[in-house]
């Protein structure tokens, strides 16, 4: 059984893609919801667990090893004379300065607390705080599918609605020609051009409600992919049905 699918011109959240006609199916409906540009509460759930398991490795970070270093080097020259050697022989002068030459002073210093048993118990705690927020985004994404899936079906439902109102226009038009050439040509009555008319009316109305309806579905199924609501949708027979919210 092949469903159809609901033509929508949108305008995505992010930005991402210009404006564009989009034939959905239930799956490219769920996968625009599941998106990073869909729905905001799979958004929410995705950073939710970035921040956990940055807590994960903040947690860790306190029970390893701290190492400490510093590094110093210098170029320096030394006359001795300020130290008091003052040497003089006979044939051999000794230098008064010395260098230029190299210092270098290299420290480290390591630190590791073994048996924390606080840090330790926090990274446990937090790192199966992890395991629950990745459960919990699951979650919101089951319900967010089973949202997206509900109003794509209602939306379905609400096309079907539609073209059957707009065939019942289109035959009760009909039947007011029919009933109006019938009485031009003698063999028919006022009255049942007048009860045509009414038909036509009562038709004229539920077209009416059944625009709203799928108006109003289509913009529910926007709302649980996560785009924009000012939307311009289309159905096969090209009726323009445009809603926007301000």
């Known amino acids: 059984m092949t469903m159809r699918r609901v033509l929508i011109t949108c305008v995505f959240s992010a930005g991402a893609y210009a404006q564009a006609t989009l034939q959905l199916s239930m799956?490219?409906?769920?996968?625009?919801?599941?998106?990073?540009?869909?729905?905001?509460?799979?958004?929410?759930?995705?950073?939710?667990?970035?921040?956990s398991e940055t807590q994960v490795t903040q947690a860790k970070s306190a029970l390893l090893p701290t190492i400490d270093g510093t590094f110093q080097a210098r170029n320096q020259t030394v006359n001795l004379r300020t130290f008091g050697f003052n040497f003089d022989f006979p044939g051999f002068s000794f230098p008064s300065v010395v260098g230029p030459f190299t210092v270098v002073d290299t420290r480290a210093q390591a630190r590791w607390t073994v048996l924390d048993f606080s840090s330790l118990r926090r990274y446990r705690a937090v790192k199966a705080g992890v395991d629950t927020t990745k459960a919990e985004a699951e979650v919101t994404k089951t319900q967010v599918t089973d949202q997206v899936a509900r109003a794509y079906l209602a939306a379905l439902r609400a096309d079907a609605a539609l073209e059957a109102a707009l065939a019942n226009v289109e035959l009760s038009k009909a039947i007011v020609d029919q009933a109006q050439s019938r009485k031009d040509a003698g063999s028919g009555t006022g009255i049942e051009v007048t009860r045509a008319q009414v038909q036509l009316a009562n038709d004229n109305g539920r077209l009416v409600i059944a625009q709203n309806e799928r108006s109003r579905a289509v913009l529910?199924?926007?709302?649980?992919?996560?785009?924009?609501?000012?939307?311009?949708?289309?159905?096969?027979?090209?009726?323009?049905?445009?809603?926007?919210?301000?």
Do not use: F, Y
Request: without cysteine; positive net charge.
């Open 27 to 51: 799956g490219r409906a769920v996968d625009i919801a599941l998106s990073p540009e869909g729905s905001t509460r799979v958004a929410l759930a995705e950073e939710t667990i970035v921040r």
């Open 220 to 246: 529910q199924l926007l709302r649980a992919m996560g785009l924009e609501l000012s939307v311009s949708v289309q159905d096969r027979k090209s009726t323009r049905l445009n809603s926007s919210h301000t």
